[in-house]
């Protein structure tokens, strides 16, 4: 049974910095692909940032420069630093894999950016 459990969010002035954690277990975290999603209120959830099984990264573009996205094979763990933060940041944030043909999402972590 695959699970994932965030960590790490909460509430930050606009500027700040918060550090996301995502820890996976019930499956094999370095062969797999991460990816962070967020949903704010009223709207869709969308993508934020993925990283490869090799440390590749991408990130959407109203994250980009801002947010860095890491893993820790040996802690099956990935990351979401965030960096000047704004409050258009906020949201309830998602850790995503997928594994052996299906999805799997963790419960989430709320950030509140604080204008």
């Known amino acids: 049974q695959v699970q994932l459990v965030e960590s790490g969010g909460g509430l930050v002035q606009a500027g700040g910095s918060l550090k996301l954690s995502c820890t996976a277990s019930g499956m094999p975290f370095r062969d797999n692909v991460m990816v962070w999603y967020r949903q704010a209120p009223g709207n869709q959830r969308e993508w934020v940032a993925r990283i490869g099984i090799y440390g590749g990264t991408d990130y959407a573009d109203s994250v980009k420069g801002r947010f860095t996205i890491s893993r820790d094979n040996a802690k099956n763990t990935v990351y979401l630093q965030m960096n000047n933060l704004k409050p258009e940041d906020t949201a309830t944030f998602y850790c995503?894999?997928?594994?052996?043909?299906?999805?799997?999402w963790g419960q989430g972590t709320q950030v509140t950016v604080s204008s």
């Open positions: 995503n894999t997928y594994y052996g043909g299906r999805t799997y």
